[in-house]
């Protein structure tokens, strides 16, 4: 202000001060020349001065401390809908003004990633209309639903399949698997053996439950004493697949098999031809007397199946409710499995082995269109590579839950990880730091900016301003969204294309009609009544079974070596 004042105050003086020299009766030209020239220069002070005084009023009256005028970007403000999207309506800022928005998912099928923190809103503003718009199509979709908090999702599920059922052009039905409450539970065995087509069924379900109760040894694949572990469980289920044409291939008769000593054990799966290959190494370790390396090979696998020894779990994996086909156009199916976070580990794995030989059945042609949601998708192992890949064809979506990505690559691998996140075709991000505000800020890509910078020197200031190309949402601004505020980027097709693929903005909610409609659904039914009594027969009966295998095998094998 100082340099300005030098300006004002002097060309103020000058300017009214001229007025004296006019005041007397001047007949000679020079006095007016002298008046000319006082005024002219008074007044280019006092006009110097103010262009000063207006920049620094200018600069100190702008409010936008934060850059949050120049962080916006016109957005896709049209519902674009085909039979198979879903769309959000949502709200956001442009050129300091409000305006209405959607975010148009219209290429499910390449698969969508939500992400966002605790309390950021992935179900309550993105996840739960994913399951009612699906549900609400005029030819509704098939759905398996990974409930982690259950039956928080499975119950949304549930009441719009009822409200929907009848759309649907064959008898479809909807199933829950729910270890908790087993009257509220239908029983389903994922090793059905119609559906265990060879050994490589065998040897990926093995995987499958073997890394859910050990997460960490999927960072070891090719591990020694991993891999016998899994070829061990992998020979155990192939052989009860093949006995009698799998009358007891359950994963409760595989964990009981296992229990086995080692002379009945190896004796019985050696009269199977197709896994003898897989078990030579232990067989001649036993025969060589050394116990040790044995127990190395094979202990780590019985002592973790020896955890889903349980009556409960025995009761729901031992049964035949339904199948795994959701996609079948003859009995089209939503399927929900409910995980409880006190049991993350037991449940996960028993769910993981479920999920994963859903994937394997349903990514064939000729099927309906299906969604799989994975709430907390880390907390399960599901290897969903080759469905995002391949299912967009066989009309399946994905969308994959996760808190963060670095949550996603701590459970996963950072190998895993990185494709999963760089194959699917949407992002929508709630509130994340770290890894994961940084990659959606490159994702959404950048912005021409207004950029101005002050200068103010002894004799002047100046004000310069340029345009830069600027992260449109930076990763500071990702880590303080609000709950409900969303960036990320979509998918489009080549019938639709979509010019404006990013956006920021505020989902909107009506939680009054959420109230309203959460109060008016039906519970998840009883499905049976379940007494504890009729558990433990059916545990003790799976437990007899294998004796009885065992006996009878080992008779047979005798009788053949006379």
């Known amino acids: 202000y100082r340099t300005t004042l030098r300006y004002i105050v002097p060309g103020l003086l000058l300017y009214f001060l001229s007025w004296f020299i006019l005041s007397g009766r001047i007949t000679s030209i020079n006095y007016f020349i002298v008046y000319m020239l006082v005024v002219t220069v008074g007044f280019i002070l006092i006009l110097t001065g103010g262009t000063l005084l207006s920049r620094i009023i200018k600069d100190a009256l702008a409010d936008d401390i934060f850059n949050a005028d120049n962080e916006t970007f016109p957005q896709e403000e049209r519902l674009i809908e085909n039979e198979?999207?879903?769309?959000?309506?949502?709200?956001?800022?442009?050129?300091?003004?409000?305006r209405n928005s959607w975010i148009n998912f219209i290429a499910v099928f390449r698969s969508v990633l939500v992400q966002g923190g605790p309390g950021a809103g992935k179900t309550a503003f993105c996840?739960?209309?994913?399951?009612?718009?699906?549900?609400?199509?005029?030819?509704?979709?098939?759905?398996?639903?990974?409930?982690?908090?259950?039956?928080?999702?499975?119950?949304?599920?549930?009441?719009?399949?009822?409200?929907?059922?009848h759309k649907y052009k064959a008898e479809s039905g909807c199933y829950f698997i729910n270890f908790d409450d087993l009257s509220r539970s239908h029983r389903c065995n994922p090793l059905d053996p119609?559906?265990?087509?060879?050994?490589?069924?065998?040897?990926?379900?093995?995987?499958?439950?073997?890394?859910?109760?050990?997460?960490?040894?999927?960072?070891?694949?090719?591990?020694?004493?991993?891999d016998s572990a899994i070829n061990f469980v992998t020979a155990v289920i192939w052989y009860l697949r093949k006995y009698k044409d799998g009358q007891y291939c359950t994963l409760p008769h595989v964990i009981e098999f296992i229990q086995l000593d080692y002379s009945k054990m190896f004796t019985l799966l050696n009269m199977q031809p197709e896994v003898s290959s897989l078990i030579t190494v232990?067989?001649?370790?036993?025969?060589?007397?050394?116990?040790e390396q044995l127990e190395g090979q094979i202990a780590s696998a019985k002592i973790a199946l020896a955890t889903l020894s349980s009556p409960q779990i025995y009761y729901i994996l031992s049964g035949d409710d339904f199948k795994l086909d959701i996609n079948n156009p003859e009995h089209p199916k939503v399927l929900c499995l409910g995980n409880n976070p006190q049991k993350i580990q037991t449940y996960g794995a028993v769910l993981s082995l479920y999920i994963n030989r859903l994937l394997k059945i349903i990514n064939k042609k000729g099927k309906l269109k299906s969604m799989l949601i994975s709430d907390e998708y880390p907390t399960i192992v599901a290897d969903v590579t080759t469905t995002i890949s391949t299912g967009r064809s066989n009309l399946i979506c994905v969308l994959l839950g996760v808190q963060s990505i670095n949550q996603l690559i701590k459970e996963y691998g950072k190998e895993q990880a990185e494709v999963i996140i760089s194959i699917v075709g949407s992002i929508i991000s709630g509130q994340v730091t770290g890894d994961g505000a940084k990659r959606l800020s490159e994702q959404i890509g950048r912005?021409?900016?207004?950029?101005?910078?002050?200068?103010i020197n002894r004799t002047d200031t100046s004000i310069s301003k340029s345009k830069q190309l600027?992260?449109?949402?930076?990763?500071?601004?990702?880590?303080?969204?609000?709950?409900?505020?969303?960036?990320?980027?979509?998918?489009?097709?080549?019938?639709?294309?979509?010019?404006?693929k990013a956006?920021?903005?505020m989902i909107q909610n009506d939680f009054d009609e959420v109230d309203r409609e959460e109060k008016a659904y039906k519970p998840i039914p009883i499905i049976r009544n379940v007494t504890n009594l009729i558990v433990m027969k059916n545990f003790t009966t799976i437990k007899e079974e294998i004796e009885q295998i065992a006996l009878s095998e080992m008779e047979k094998a005798l009788e053949d070596s006379e």
Not at 128 to 135: D, G, N, P, V, W
Not at 479 to 499: I, K, R
Request: a positive charge; one cysteine or more; aromatic letters at 14%.
């Open 503 to 505: 956006f920021h903005c």
């Open 84 to 98: 198979y999207s879903i769309n959000l309506p949502a709200k956001y800022r442009y050129k300091g003004k409000t």
């Open 282 to 291: 232990y067989i001649q370790a036993f025969q060589n007397g050394a116990i």
């Open 127 to 165: 996840i739960r209309h994913f399951i009612s718009q699906a549900l609400n199509k005029p030819e509704p979709y098939t759905m398996l639903v990974y409930d982690f908090k259950f039956p928080d999702l499975s119950l949304i599920a549930y009441n719009h399949w009822l409200k929907n059922k």
């Open 194 to 226: 119609v559906t265990m087509e060879d050994i490589t069924d065998a040897s990926e379900s093995a995987k499958t439950i073997l890394y859910g109760l050990n997460r960490s040894w999927q960072k070891k694949q090719g591990d020694f004493f991993v």
């Open 470 to 500: 600027e992260a449109a949402v930076p990763p500071s601004k990702i880590a303080n969204f609000s709950s409900g505020e969303f960036a990320g980027v979509l998918a489009d097709t080549p019938q639709q294309p979509m010019p404006l």
């Open 447 to 455: 912005i021409m900016q207004d950029r101005q910078s002050l200068s």
